[in-house]
């Protein structure tokens, strides 16, 4: 919705030499890994024995997957920042564990999909961070972890599709959702929970644009030929001006700039 031609680069192009999709490594996004790889990794443990080892020494071992090239920082300087960024996060659940202190619900797909529309043979899929359970309602509530420093913005599809996929993928029904903005927040935020109709129509519609613009072949940056900051970099990528540094365990080659 942003940029189709990111889209374009990020989805449908493969790169001629190892026939892998390709995808640009960035400090920000190195730190949003590392934090949600651990919290992932807390969410298949029982309750009572998700903060016997520190989330901390978990963050040391995933940090090791992006350190230096690997994670894009240019500078020691400059990856020890994010690293502490990160640390501080950690630090800030296990202060306030909230809802991580309580039962939760694990989709058992590794990615989580559904027919949304047979008829236009569209699947929705995506990986959500946290359902919490609610034992009295026998429910279970959304829950997503933001690393950046901006807020979600209000017409963001990501509430639309998580409810839908945690109302299909799963048996529970969704009585909640919040986000958590783990840099200054002791506490997620409560989100209002978009309705099921609501939620299928714009994600269809969105949906049915995309798939038209993979029949056509039509993916064009809105700000024009120059690009914008989702698809210039990745354009450079494309040129050959990046620098491979690994491969993601999605089989995308990894680059930096």
Known sequence: MKCPRSYYLRSIYRDPITGNRITRMQPALALGQVVHEVLEGLSVLPVEERFLVSPISKLEAEWE??????????????EEEHKARGVEMIKRIMENPGPLARRAVKIKEGLPHY???????????????????????????ILDFKTGRRDEDESSLQLPIYYLLASNTQNRRVSGASYWYLGRDKSP??????????????????????????????????????????????????????ELVGKSSMRQDIYIL
């Not at 994670?71 to 300087?77: I, L, R, V």
């Open 189 to 242: 935020k409560n989100q209002k929970l978009p309705g099921a109709a609501e939620s299928y129509s714009k994600v269809f519609n969105e949906a049915k644009k995309i798939k038209l613009a993979r029949q056509i072949e039509h993916f064009v940056c809105p700000k024009g030929p120059g690009g914008c900051m989702y698809c210039a970099g990745l354009e450079e990528i494309k040129r050959g001006k990046g």
């Open 65 to 78: 997957k992006v350190s230096g090239k690997k994670g894009g920082f240019k500078t020691t300087e400059e």
């Open 115 to 141: 027919w949304l529309s047979e008829e236009e043979e569209i699947i929705l899929c995506g990986k959500i961070d946290w359902l919490e359970y609610d034992e009295k309602s026998d429910s279970v509530k």
